[in-house]
């Protein structure tokens, strides 16, 4: 077997491949876990990983967190939730597409790259703006690795995900709510979106190019 020594960190936002089967089988990003009291993100210039914000109230991310490595939430991307939603003027919250993975394991620190298959998402606003969240389980994972469609999902489960990402940015007092729940997909349409945000990634670097 041959190594090939990397003298840099790659970035992970674009020095990262998310996987030659992907969407099938996808290599995703880890920024946050369950066990994390602050909020995490990378650093789009640099790539490190930057304090976004403490955790002010007890919210708790249910699952692994982070983004597919090369997407980009775009005009392709969040023509979906146009269609859905029957609208023409919904854009793409600029970042990477965002992914949740579940698995048994504890897995205690994010900046790690994880193995995982796509089973569905969640079709979210974020001050209306498209900010889909994709669901995925663990490659061979114990409890959820032959789970294949969202619909195989616990219910609570999938309630929980939806709880936690239509509540996780409102502060205590205030009514308005900032994000929006639509709708719930399947593996199929997750599969759809995350072509599409690879897509609006490959447009996002042609544009630098030029």
Known sequence: MEYRIIDHKAHPW????????CPEEIRAFIEIVPTDTVKYEVDKISGYLSLDRPQKFSNIV??????????????KMASYTNEALA???VLGDGDPLDICVL????VTHGDIIVHCIP???????????????????????????????IDQLPKDITRRLIHYFTTYKDI???????????????ARVAKQVIQASMQDYNDLMSKDDK
Not at 133 to 146: E, P, R, S
Request: hydrophobic share 30%; charged share 30%.
């Open 103 to 106: 698995t048994e394991k504890d």
């Open 172 to 186: 205590p007092g205030d009514s308005k709510k900032r994000m929006q729940f639509i709708s719930l997909y399947d």
């Open 119 to 149: 089973i569905g998402g969640l079709r979210l606003l974020d001050h209306g703006q498209a900010d889909d969240k994709i669901i995925a389980v663990l490659k061979n994972d114990a409890v959820y690795g032959n789970i294949s469609d």
């Open 14 to 21: 674009h020095g990262i491949d998310p996987g030659e089967t």
């Open 62 to 75: 249910p699952s692994l967190y982070g983004f597919i490595p090369r997407t980009f939430c775009g005009d």
């Open 87 to 89: 609208r023409y003027d």
